[in-house]
């Protein structure tokens, strides 16, 4: 099954999640430049997703989509909301989805959980999921332990819905490889953060601009909720205190709206700025249009150029 066809949109292509990044606005300008377009309702509560979901009705007539960030406090409300508001499709993270699925799909909701195992995968698949987006730990935010190389074969594998790769893409080669491995679309997200459409501060992109291939750290470990964010004054003083043992508490009133300073105020210093390990990848500040443009081009370029 192709997964343009699947969703009904050009590309293969799925928007990350991205809480506080992804309005309505940003993910119907990804809808519109032929990607599936996604609210990240990460940092939101229920009146503001279903203000975000009615700006994106507005702003674009194709396909889109809401992240449901398991994680938050507002989960309950905003699994009714989608289904109240009519998503299309609904993709999950931090979580198992499993008891809000057979509502969603009641409701004709497309659902697309985002895994970081194959165990959780094929547990799901159970409740009648439409596929499975399988998250490497190269991906920004919150991460699993498996690479996305050793993880979406055994994905592949374990489900027969499906499979979508997600975390370390951010271009042809990598696209290709994903089908390679038995995935029919890629998630991407840290190339869509220097995008021109991403409502983030100039900091924030030019952070990611600027990041080499090994800028990129885990802070969290310690705690069990492990999140990818660019080196900075912040996480460096983050695995610190990970290193002294302090108290989670403690090391929390760091992260404390650490997101929303990064993306807002484009705080360099005590910002949390989430981008994968591909952010050494990305050199420019370029329309959304051309960046699926030049993945989708590239892929296939990739793809009749191989020899084996
Ligand atoms: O969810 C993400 N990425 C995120 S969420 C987020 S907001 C946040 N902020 C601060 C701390 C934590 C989160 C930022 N980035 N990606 C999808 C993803 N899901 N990655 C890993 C997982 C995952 C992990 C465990 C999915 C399921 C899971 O299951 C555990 C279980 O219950 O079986």
Redesign the pocket.
Known sequence: MKLNELLGVEFPIIQG?M?NVATGTFAAAVSNAGALGLIGS?GMDADSLRKEIQTARAATDKPFGVNL?L?NPHIEDLAKVVVEEEVQVVTT????PGKYVPTWKEAGIKVFP???API?AKRLERYGIDGVIA?GTE??????EMTTMALVPQVVDAVSVPVIAAGGIADGRQMAAAFALGACGVQVGTCLLASAECPIHDNYKQAVIKAGANDTTVT?RTGG?P?RVLKNKMAREYLRMEKQNLPLEEMEKL?LGS?RRAVFDGDVDTGSF?AGQVAGMVKEVRPLRAIFEDLMNGCQTVVKGLTV
């Not at 993270?93 to 198992?96: D, F, S, T």
């Not at 991906?139 to 699993?144: A, E, F, K, L, Y």
């Open positions: 999640g809480a990460g960030m994680m993270g931090a979580g198992n985002v895994v970081a959780l998250e991906s920004g935010g919150h991460v699993g969290g909720a999140v992260t997101l989430m």
